[in-house]
């Protein structure tokens, strides 16, 4: 028992939280990717045995873009980030989504301010999009 919650002590510590916020994170079923540093649910990473708790340390997206030749700069995720809000971008200038200005927030009804990826940035969601308004986008990646 001693060594499994030194473990997590250490754990938490790695990733820059407490242990309260570590714990509530892995009860929520969240965890933390190595590469992107974001805390992401556990279907986002894949399953190894290896590991203390059978899943892969860096989360889906990441193990596709370190795999991937990078054509941008800048931390794998925030790239395909990038390239998610550049194809809403051009969905729009095309037709095919509404100006987010015109439409209203999923979670509160004002007028919404984001396209808000709500499958993540994978290039198959990448116009998997509701549309928020800024304080609903920033509670919806807080989550
Ligand atoms: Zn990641
Ligand atoms: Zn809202
Ligand atoms: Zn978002």
Redesign the pocket.
């Not at 990717?33 to 974001?38: H, S």
């Not at 860096?58 to 193990?63: G, I, K, M």
């Given at each position: 028992m001693g060594s499994a919650s030194g473990s997590i002590k250490t754990a938490a510590k790695r990733v820059g939280v407490t242990v309260e916020e570590y714990e509530a994170n892995i009860a929520a079923g969240l965890k933390h990717?190595?590469?992107?540093?974001?805390w992401?649910p556990t279907e986002?990473y894949a399953i190894d045995r290896s590991r203390h708790d059978g899943l892969c340390s860096?989360?889906?997206?990441?193990?596709r873009v370190s795999t991937r030749k990078r054509r941008v700069g800048g931390p794998?995720?925030q790239q395909t980030a990038t390239l998610a809000v550049e194809a809403v971008r051009r969905a729009v200038r095309l037709g095919f989504l509404e100006p987010v200005r015109e439409r209203r927030c999923t979670d509160c009804g004002q007028p919404a301010a984001h396209y808000h990826h709500h499958k993540g940035y994978a290039r198959t969601n990448w116009l998997e999009v509701v549309p928020l308004c800024v304080g609903c986008h920033q509670r919806r990646h807080i989550a």
């Open positions: 990717c190595g590469t992107c540093r974001m992401l986002r860096t989360c889906l997206d990441c193990r794998p995720d």
